[in-house]
């Protein structure tokens, strides 16, 4: 069964930036987004991407700041994460499915660890 990995969050100051990580075990043919889950909220769409990368989405609060990508010969996504705020801190999941649409409305089929991100004001 293929697994998500998450990598490369950590502490930023408000204003900096980060890029995160996905790392597939395998191949998938599937679009490909990102979550997050601030501590007793409810986990909230950030972006997805479909597998040819031709379709892409992004929830209104990280548009304009948030870029997702991915390198299919690496079996990764990325989502560069610039301009943060405070707002932003959260942990961050890597999720798939097979539609860009159906990730916008939260469902998955596979989900990653998480990799947590927290924005220092």
């Known amino acids: 069964q293929v697994q998500l990995a998450e990598s490369g969050g950590g502490l930023v100051q408000a204003g900096g930036s980060l890029r995160l990580s996905c790392a597939a075990s395998?191949?998938?043919?599937?679009?490909t987004g990102w979550f997050r889950q601030a501590p007793g909220k409810e986990r909230e769409f950030v972006a997805a991407?479909?597998?040819?990368?031709?379709?892409?989405s992004y929830a209104d609060s990280v548009k304009g700041r948030f870029t997702i990508s991915r390198d299919n010969a690496k079996n990764t996504v990325y989502l560069q994460m610039n301009s943060l705020k405070p707002e932003d801190t959260a942990v961050y999941y890597c999720?798939?499915?097979?539609?860009?649409?159906?990730?916008?409305?939260?469902?998955?089929?596979?989900w990653g660890q998480g990799t947590q991100v927290t924005v220092s004001s």
């Open positions: 999720v798939e499915h097979a539609r860009v649409f159906a990730l916008t409305q939260g469902a998955s089929d596979r």
């Open positions: 395998g191949r998938t043919f599937s679009a």
């Open positions: 991407i479909s597998w040819s990368g031709g379709n892409i």
